[in-house]
């Protein structure tokens, strides 16, 4: 079975600090994505990658930042936390060109930006 | 990538089938139809997904009407561990999985 792994299923952090989210796939998928969601709003994808040192933007990059070293890997940075970014996120991972087969979603992490 | 309407919410007895309808009308040739689903606290799983043709795996079926412009994930044998929140995409290979407010099944004892 696919496995995706996050660091953390729950994260508090204050205003202004930087916060890394760490995702962990053991598949060997090119593809890595980002998502949030939000209560009424649905998953929307922050970025995402389809090769090692590969990253494109989603429809809210805006205050975040990733990093894909490793193919396994694909973290998620906030460069300096505020309270909107409240919120769960899902790393998810998927084999195949450009993301059309399934995805493979982790736990998520409930980040709490106080 | 298209819109999909779905039911907010639907019960469905325990053992029965769960019919899980999406409407997709402005659908396009090149789009596929996916469902996941979401458990509480728990990440989206993939269930299954088609382009023109009827599909069938251990979780689900998947029909889609010929005219494209809807579909249904049935369930066939519901039980407590699939009440969760179930989401109909559409989609072309491109990368973003939009994932709309889904029908949040419940399945009754």
């Known amino acids: 079975d696919v496995k995706v792994t996050q660091s953390s299923r729950y994260l508090v952090k204050r205003t202004g600090e930087k916060v890394f989210l760490e995702c962990v796939q053991d598949?060997?998928?090119?593809?890595m994505f980002w998502y949030r969601q939000d209560p009424g709003l649905g998953l929307r994808l922050i970025y995402f990658?389809?090769?090692?040192?590969?990253?494109e933007k989603g429809d809210i990059p805006e205050g975040y930042s990733v990093s894909r070293e490793k193919k396994e890997r694909f973290s998620l940075i906030l460069e300096s936390a505020s309270t909107n970014q409240t919120s769960m996120y899902l790393c998810?991972?998927?084999?195949?060109?450009?993301?059309?087969?399934?995805?493979?979603f982790g736990p998520g992490t409930r980040l709490t930006v106080t | 990538d298209a819109k999909t309407t779905q039911p907010p919410s639907m019960d469905c007895a325990e053992g029965r089938a769960a019919n899980l309808p999406c409407n997709h009308s402005?659908?396009?040739?090149?789009?596929?139809v996916y469902w996941y689903r979401q458990i509480h606290s728990q990440g989206p799983q993939y269930i299954i997904h088609?382009?023109?043709n009827n599909e069938t795996n251990e979780m689900a079926s998947l029909i889609i009407t010929e005219d494209r412009k809807s579909s249904t994930l049935i369930l066939p044998h519901a039980t407590l561990r699939d009440t969760a929140v179930y989401y109909c995409?559409?989609?072309?290979?491109?990368?973003?999985?939009?994932f709309g407010t889904g029908t949040r099944l419940t399945v009754i004892p």
């Open positions: 998810a991972s998927s084999l195949g060109y450009r993301g059309l087969n399934e995805q493979y």
């Open positions: 598949m060997d998928h090119e593809n």
């Open positions: 990658s389809y090769d090692v040192k590969m990253k």
């Open positions: 402005t659908i396009s040739g090149n789009e596929y």
């Open positions: 088609g382009l023109k």
């Open positions: 995409i559409v989609k072309t290979g491109a990368n973003n999985l939009f």
